[in-house]
């Protein structure tokens, strides 16, 4: 078998009138500055050297991964007498080489990358041709990249820049990496959801792009999933029913009021740095939650399921929508005051065989352990794990519940990290692990509940204060003390701002009917109707294009071009 490292074609080439030897393997492009290179110097091409070994002299060097180019030109360059380059379409009379430019990937601060360009000369026509074609079919032979994706722009999302982040930053880079592109702006909510359930053609796609904020991406799975189960026959009503994965990949260009997913898989809300991982083709796995009510299915969750302070503060500022973002800080001070607290039970069917608790220290992140170990542990276990559920739901054996008063109930399946809370709700939560982290906030003071809100942006453990408890599940179920019909719960939700008017003053006597008996569920930014719930989480249903977080040492030493 073919090393990947065995060299393919070696060449002494230029850049800005420096000699450099440049090398390509089925891996890596690398070029190296030549130390003792005058200002001029002979070219001398070689060809697939196999006992090429590296010159142990000090010298500028880049190595960049065959997997992060972005794509390569031909050019036509005369030679500047500063040694710098410029393109020319007529040769007649100018002492010009052949030249051509590889666009890559090079990283940046806070996890951002961009498209870097080096143009290299060479001293004939054949050899920039060998270069090119050689590039070119290493490119090809890399089957993860996309050929022809179908884009979804919410022109409403955020601050309405959507389209115009698109048409700027992100097309300009599909159309250099050649990749073709149907483009769908929508004209109404869920028009991206109904579009992929009935008319798109998905098998002529290599993955789905949404551009917009968390809203858009909602839409995008829940179209997405249930075209998957659809066609393969699957019930969505049964929250008993093993779910198929999705078999094309979904993009996020950032571009909404939140974009809580992108930060999460991608470490950023940068829309270059997002297209860019679209065009290497990285898949990044990622677990989806079912809710349901009665056996009938409600709404996928990849982020946050809500109830009590979170679900609040989603409801209110639903009415202050003419706000935008500034609606969220409005409505978190006004609930935090107001301090309601719910009574309910909460059972839950603990993970089990699994690594990582809600309480490590360490982080997801690109190329997870945790998430490789987990998730092939539910895979070897999924028809085992199903017949256990059955049995452990008849006799309650591991099934836990617990009941009473609480502030909050959160259940997070990544860790809901944003530039506002770097850490997020559950900061050692997994993306593909096919669990999802329970948190419970009880009942207590409100500065109690400050130093909880306060600690998602600090270094402390959140989770260490004895009015929080948080548990690692594979599935739980919510049903509030007072359980009402959805005629009740409907139109308490629309009497519920007259309510809290008076809340405040009388929320310690129960009698007068001030004190709400219920909360609303937060999922992903959107308000549940129910508030009995049944969450499942299903192991990697979905897959993005998306690398994880990578690891700070990626990014420690830029300053050195070999770092990368």
């Not at 490119?139 to 979804?152: D, E, F, G, M, Q």
């Not at 592109?181 to 798109?200: E, F, G, M, P, S």
Request: glycine content about 6%.
């Amino acid at each position: 078998m073919e090393k990947p490292n065995r060299l393919l074609l070696l060449s002494e080439l230029r850049v800005r009138n420096t000699a450099y030897d440049v090398s390509l393997s089925r891996s890596v492009l690398t070029w190296k500055r030549r130390s003792s290179s005058p200002v001029y110097h002979p070219f001398r091409p070689r060809f697939c050297v196999p006992s090429f070994s590296r010159r142990t002299d000090s010298g500028v060097c880049h190595n960049v991964p065959v997997s992060e180019i972005v794509a390569v030109r031909e050019e036509e360059e005369e030679n500047r007498d500063d040694g710098s380059w410029k393109k020319i379409k007529e040769r007649e009379g100018k002492d010009c080489r052949q030249a051509f430019t590889v666009l890559y990937v090079e990283r940046c601060q806070r996890h951002r990358w961009r498209c870097a360009e080096v143009t290299f000369a060479c001293p004939d026509e054949a050899l920039c041709q060998l270069w090119i074609s050689s590039i070119r079919e290493q490119l090809a032979a890399t089957t993860s990249r996309p050929k022809h994706l179908l884009v979804y722009i919410n022109p409403y999302g955020g601050k309405r820049k959507g389209k115009h982040i698109y048409e700027l930053k992100v097309a300009p880079l599909f159309a250099q990496a050649g990749i073709r592109t149907h483009v769908i702006v929508t004209d109404y909510a869920n028009h991206a959801r109904d579009h992929l359930k009935t008319q798109a053609e998905l098998k002529k796609f290599d993955g789905v792009v949404c551009v917009g904020g968390d809203g858009m991406f909602s839409e995008i799975i829940h179209g997405l999933i249930w075209r998957t189960q659809a066609d393969n026959g699957r019930n969505l009503n049964s929250p008993e029913e093993t779910l198929l994965p999705c078999s094309l990949r979904i993009g996020i260009i950032p571009a909404g009021s939140t974009d809580c997913i992108c930060f999460a898989t991608v470490g950023t809300n940068d829309p270059v740095t997002s297209a860019l991982h679209i065009i290497v083709g990285d898949s990044q796995s990622m677990d989806v939650c079912s809710v349901h009510h009665n056996n009938t299915f409600l709404r996928y969750s990849v982020s946050l399921l809500g109830y009590g302070f979170y679900g609040d503060v989603l409801t209110d500022s639903e009415r202050k929508r003419w706000m935008g973002p500034a609606r969220y800080d409005l409505s978190g001070v006004k609930m935090f005051l107001t301090h309601h607290y719910y009574e309910g039970s909460v059972s839950y069917l603990p993970a089990r065989d699994i690594i990582g608790t809600p309480r490590d220290p360490g982080r997801c992140h690109s190329g997870c352990s945790v998430c490789q170990h987990n998730g092939e542990k539910h895979s070897e276990s999924a028809e085992r794990y199903k017949m256990d559920i059955a049995s452990e739901s008849e006799s309650d054996m591991e099934w836990r519940t617990i009941r009473g008063k609480f502030l909050a109930i959160n259940a997070a399946s990544m860790s809901c990290a944003c530039p506002r809370s770097p850490k997020g709700l559950s900061p050692a939560a997994h993306l593909a692990d096919g669990t999802t982290d329970l948190i419970l906030v009880r009942k207590c003071s409100r500065f109690d509940f400050l130093r909880h809100l306060l600690r998602h942006t600090s270094k402390d453990d959140q989770f260490d204060l004895n009015f929080v408890e948080v548990h690692r599940v594979r599935r739980f179920c919510f049903t509030p003390r007072h359980c009402q019909s959805d005629s009740d719960l409907e139109l308490d939700l629309r009497e519920n701002g007259k309510r809290q008017i008076f809340s405040q003053i009388c929320r310690d006597h129960p009698a007068c009917g001030c004190t709400p008996a219920y909360s609303s569920w937060n999922c992903d930014g959107e308000i549940l109707t129910h508030t009995a719930i049944d969450v499942r989480v299903h192991c990697q249903l979905i897959k993005l294009f998306a690398r994880g977080i990578e690891e700070p040492t990626v990014f420690e030493d830029l300053t050195n071009p070999c770092a990368i």
